[in-house]
C-alpha cells in the first residue's frame, strides 16, 4: 500500500522559515520524481518546485532563492524549505511522487503566513 504524508505545515510570521517533510512508502523511492505543490483558496494548484530521481531541481519563479527541495532517499523523505515567507506562499502544500506516468499524493498540510 501506497503512503505519502506531509508534515511540518503551521502558522508563521511573515519572514520566517519553514521546513515541510514528506516520507513515501510503498514505493521504490529513489526512482521516482518528486514534487511539492500548493493551492490556495480559489486558486489553481501550482507546482511549487521538483526534483528528479537524479537530483535535479527546478522551482516556480515565484519562490525561487527562497525555497529549496531536497530528497533523502535513505529515508523515503523530500523536504521543502521555505525562507523569507511572504502572505502570498498561504496555501496547503502537497507532495506528489510518481513516476512511469503513475503518481501518487499526499493530504496535504497547511500552511499560514501572517503580516
Known amino acids: 500500500q501506497v503512503q505519502v504524508v506531509e508534515s511540518g505545515g503551521d502558522l508563521v510570521q511573515a519572514g520566517g522559515p519553514l521546513r515541510l517533510s514528506c516520507v513515501a512508502s510503498?514505493?521504490?523511492?529513489?526512482?521516482?520524481?518528486l514534487a511539492w505543490y500548493r493551492q490556495a483558496p480559489g486558486k489553481e494548484r501550482e507546482l511549487v518546485a521538483r526534483i528528479s530521481s537524479r537530483g535535479y531541481t527546478n522551482y516556480v519563479d515565484s519562490v525561487k532563492g527562497r525555497f529549496t527541495i531536497s530528497r533523502v532517499n535513505a529515508k523515503n523523505t523530500v523536504y521543502l524549505q521555505m525562507n523569507s515567507l511572504k502572505p502570498e506562499d498561504t496555501a496547503v502544500y502537497y507532495c506528489?511522487?510518481?513516476?512511469?506516468?503513475?503518481?501518487?499524493w499526499g493530504q496535504g498540510t497547511q500552511v499560514t503566513v501572517s503580516s
Open positions: 510503498g514505493i521504490i523511492f529513489s526512482i521516482n520524481n
Open positions: 506528489n511522487a510518481g513516476n512511469s506516468g503513475i503518481t501518487y
